[in-house]
């Protein structure tokens, strides 16, 4: 810890708090992002397994939707009844896509942090 710029007494002889960790601070540093990062990810897959949870409600209940059928045979409801279940199916894909984005975004944040 001698810098040779500071006057004798004016040099300290404790250690550094990179020091404490390890002789390398920059491999800390990457220690630390690879960290990050994997939080992140985890955080982002288990966000989106909540997503693709939800979506698969939804196109179930989207699927029964559809299967309602008149005692009476062919009618208006019948035919309302499965638009309604495809747009509930359709709905659940675009559940889907925002659980992708969700871990997309998540996993790109860990990647982001810097050490200023």
């Known amino acids: ?21 390890s002789k390398n601070p920059t491999l800390n540093f990457k220690t630390e992002i690879k960290d990050r ?12 397994i909540m ?34 279940g495809n747009i509930y199916q359709s709905c659940a894909i675009a559940i889907r896509a925002l659980g992708i984005f969700a871990l997309i975004v998540t996993s790109n944040q860990g990647g982001r942090y810097r050490n200023h």
């Open 37 to 48: 990062i994997t939080i992140h990810t985890c955080l982002g897959i288990g966000i989106m």
């Open 51 to 84: 997503f693709f949870m939800a979506a698969s409600g939804v196109s179930n209940a989207g699927k029964n939707i559809s299967m309602i059928e008149s005692v009476g045979g062919k009618t208006l409801e019948e035919a309302y009844y499965t638009q309604v």
């Open 1 to 21: 810890m001698n810098d040779p710029l500071l006057p004798p007494t004016a040099q300290s002889e404790t250690p550094n708090s990179d020091e404490k960790f």
